[in-house]
């Protein structure tokens, strides 16, 4: 659960969707860490956030294609279908986003695209679920020492060591928006953990 009392919230002032949620990613990437709201919907599948619904409506479309641990029959699976009308890939490798609706179901970081020399974009971008954040002690920062606001929580053991190995790869690596609620926080490629 996320809980105000812990989190210093970002505003984005946009009453329209999709611009809402373009802004709150360019702050939630300027200010790795910090918690933004996301304009959200009503009536969403279970296992599915209104920050996950979110980013999904607003960076998939027919041609982005998708990885998902969900099962591709499922309500949130049909809705994003649906939304997006995009294609479910079998594999991480071939996804341009990758949605995980349950940390603990997550493939090694490696096992995602981490982008090319001279097209970084298309590396992986990762939409993973958390159960909520709570404030660091100095588990994670910058490599130009900036500490984030907020961590998630509920991650298994893994993530941090596989988030570390990608590193050797800079500039190539994936970009992670952990949403909870109608909250995301970014950890940008480049961040170290500690």
Known sequence: MVSSHAIQWLPVDVEDTAPGTFQAVLTALKQPGAAVR????????WRLNGASAALLATWVNPE????TDLHWDSEPADWL???SSCSLVTEPCMARVAFIADPFRIPPLGQFHLGEDDLLERSTTL????????IPTGRLRE???RSLQSR?????????SDW???RRYLPLGIDVFFTCADTLVALPRGLQSH
């Open 64 to 67: 982005t294609p998708v990885w």
């Open 81 to 83: 279908q649906q939304t």
């Open 143 to 145: 490599v130009s020492g």
């Open 127 to 134: 939409i993973l679920q958390v159960p909520g954040f709570s």
């Open 164 to 166: 570390d190995d990608q």
């Open 38 to 45: 996301l304009p959200t919907s009503d009536g969403l599948p």
């Open 152 to 160: 998630p929580t509920g991650l298994p053991l893994h993530f941090w």
